[in-house]
């Protein structure tokens, strides 16, 4: 089936009680056994719940893989499936990542005894310098946050692959419609289904996506032990968000694609890191690597920090907020927002600066977004 129709229908059919078109709501901790030493296909909510087992059967058929597991939220994800790290594994992680990722590797997963190794994974030859006989995983996330660069995800998995080194992939910017990095070779993939998967800002969820049985059955027991599934009302509504994924990101992208062209001629702007640009130092690796750029990208205003509040709080249809992917267009200040938990030195080192803003486009007309952000300018 092609993306669309999965989309809609993936892990969804008519509920099999009634005959439910749309999957329903199982608000239920608990279900009844068939008879002594005779459990149904669900037994506790904790270990399974059908409105969960839809969205994460949905999930998987979207990213290609066999298995999916669905989180509370996208840090619920990550902190599952980094637990299987523990004292003398050395881990390998972008240098240029979201600053949520960063602090549960710092303050949480170090502290377990994890080396945690902070890498530049554009270069290859800088990864296998960094690999080690105790080298466990390689943590990726493409196009990076905030600063949009693109990791080569085929030549980091050949090259973990043929060191027995597992991958994992966030793909929260891109969602699976526009890249799909099973099909690369990355062992797992993960998602903040927080942002576009299910687009409407009114759910936070995790995913992890795997192809590997055994890696599955780790990932399966670690979530029923730790308990960090999502209940079945946001799993219904990850669901709704999913049937109409293809179509918004196609909006999104068309959206953010013509306001970062309009940027980049902008007297006030000193620079636009989108990877559609051909101003974009990877925008070759983009076209061969994506089917789109998604709705998310950053830029520089000129005069610093102080021109960019100034710019920020002149707006009126973009909302000053944390997250992206909804239908509604956000904006947010990465120095003081969503990467305050960097150290100033590791923001510094890595280009998020006071002059960097990160925008996140939605659906609206692009026509009323270009021009809240050309009125807010006058103001810069």
């Known amino acids: ?5 999965l989309a809609i229908h993936a892990g969804q059919g008519p509920d099999p009680a009634y005959g439910a078109v749309m999957t329903p709501v ?10 002594v030493n005779q459990p149904g296909p669900f037994d506790y909510s904790r270990s399974g719940n059908p409105t969960r087992k839809a969205l994460e059967n949905c999930l998987a058929a979207l990213e290609g893989g066999a298995n999916g597991y669905v989180f509370a939220t996208g840090m619920a994800a990550e902190a599952t499936f980094l637990s299987i790290y523990g004292p003398g594994d050395h881990i390998i992680v972008h240098d240029d990542l979201y600053g949520g990722t960063y602090r549960l590797l710092v303050s949480v997963v170090k502290e377990k005894g994890v080396d ?3 890498v530049n994974l554009r270069d290859e030859a800088a990864l296998i310098k960094a690999i080690r006989p105790n080298t466990k995983l390689i943590w990726i996330e493409t196009p990076t946050n905030p600063l949009m660069n ?7 998995a050949k090259v973990a692959r043929a060191r027995g080194v597992t991958t994992i ?3 929260t910017f891109l969602s699976p419609y526009f890249l799909r990095p099973l099909d690369y070779g990355v062992d797992v993939v993960m998602h903040s289904t927080t942002k576009y998967i299910n687009g409407h800002s009114d759910v936070v969820g995790g995913a992890l996506i795997v192809n590997d049985p055994a890696l599955a059955e780790k990932i399966g027991f670690l979530q029923n032990a730790m308990g960090t599934c999502p209940g079945p009302q946001d799993c219904f509504l990850v669901l709704r968000g999913v049937k109409t994924l293809a179509i918004r990101m196609e909006e999104h992208n068309k959206n953010a694609l013509a306001i970062a062209h309009w940027l980049e001629k902008h007297p006030k702007v000193a620079a636009v890191l989108h990877p559609g640009l051909e101003s974009h130092p990877q925008h070759a690796l983009a076209k061969k690597q994506l089917k789109g750029y998604g709705g998310t990208f950053s830029f520089r205003v000129k005069g610093g ?11 009126k249809i973009f909302t000053l ?4 992917g909804g239908v509604e267009s956000l904006i947010e200040h990465p120095w003081t927002m969503t990467h305050i938990s960097m150290p100033e030195e590791v923001r ?9 803003i990160r925008i996140s486009v939605g659906i609206e007309d692009a026509k009323d977004l270009i021009a809240d952000l050309e009125q807010a300018f006058r103001q810069v």
């Open 321 to 324: 907020a944390e997250s992206l």
């Open 26 to 35: 199982y608000q239920t901790s608990t279900f009844a056994f068939k008879g």
């Open 305 to 315: 920090q102080e021109e960019a509040f100034r710019l920020l709080s002149s707006l």
């Open 348 to 356: 510094r080192s890595i280009g998020i600066t006071g002059d960097l």
């Open 116 to 118: 945690v190794q902070f």
């Open 169 to 171: 992939c966030d793909n």
């Open 150 to 156: 693109l990791i080569d995800i085929e030549a980091v």
């Open 1 to 5: 089936m092609e993306f669309r129709t």
